[in-house]
């Protein structure tokens, strides 16, 4: 069964970035397309992003505004996220997924000065 271990949060202040990480296992990852999702404390939990299995494509939630990158490397198993000019809203804990109901235990954004 498909398992994620994210990793590359923590805490930075407005306006600084971060780049989180998120190695993948138990299915062919080259063959999957991959996502970023992020919860908040009280909220649900929402798209970020999303890159196609070969990197043709990418996608993103309108609050990205330009600000985050997603990129893979099938030969590592691997899908990044990269945070630029972080808000405080931007605080949450991110996930990587790729359908199903297998979700990794996440990595820990805070953006606070």
């Known amino acids: 069964q498909a398992q994620f271990v994210e990793s590359g949060g923590g805490l930075v202040q407005p306006g600084g970035s971060l780049r989180l990480s998120c190695v993948a296992s138990?299915?062919?990852?080259?063959?999957?397309?991959m996502s970023w999702y992020r919860q908040a404390p009280g909220l649900e939990r929402e798209f970020v992003a999303s890159i196609t299995s070969t990197s043709s494509s990418t996608y993103y939630a309108a609050f990205v505004k330009g600000r985050f990158t997603i990129s893979r490397d099938n030969a590592k198993n691997t899908v990044y996220l990269q945070l630029n000019s972080l808000k405080p809203e931007d605080t949450a804990v991110y996930y990587c997924?790729?359908?199903?109901?297998?979700w990794g235990q996440g990595t820990q954004v805070t953006v606070s000065s």
């Open positions: 138990g299915f062919t990852f080259s063959n999957r397309a």
């Open positions: 997924y790729t359908g199903g109901s297998n």
